[in-house]
């Protein structure tokens, strides 16, 4: 069992930056693959990036590759969002998850087994 705690969310204007944080407790963070969830106003739930349990493996979504860098510190039990150059269509709840899956980096939510509660963002044009 892992608890996943997201923090660092926030309003922001278009075009700055933000940083989110995930932190695990439990079993250490190096034992699942990572990722990051978000849901926009009237949408689905969607993938944005992940990491592998070593971090060499990093999906992102289209829409947010060049723009967003996943990361994390297994020391520190820790997964990390880094968020430039936001746009309002990035406005939503952010969730963190996590899977025990090691092998693969997957990208859909279906396949992860913990959550956080989520972290709004929200970006003003």
């Known amino acids: 069992q892992v608890r996943l705690i997201e923090s660092g969310g926030g309003l922001v204007q278009a075009g700055r930056s933000l940083t989110l944080s995930c932190a695990t407790s439990g079993r250490t963070a190096s034992s699942y693959t990572m990722g990051w969830f978000r849901q926009g106003p009237g949408k689905e739930r969607e993938f944005v990036a992940a990491?592998?349990?070593?971090?060499?493996?990093?999906p992102y979504a289209d829409s947010v590759k060049g723009r967003f860098t996943i990361s994390r510190d297994n020391a520190k039990n820790t997964v990390y969002l880094q968020m430039n150059s936001l746009k309002p269509e990035d406005t939503g709840v952010y969730y963190c998850?996590?899977?025990?899956?090691?092998?693969?980096?997957?990208?859909?939510?279906?396949?992860?087994?913990?959550w956080g509660q989520g972290t709004q963002v929200t970006v003003s044009s």
């Open positions: 990491i592998s349990w070593a971090g060499r493996r990093t």
């Open positions: 998850a996590a899977t025990g899956t090691r092998a693969v980096v997957p990208t859909s939510a279906g396949e992860y087994d913990y």
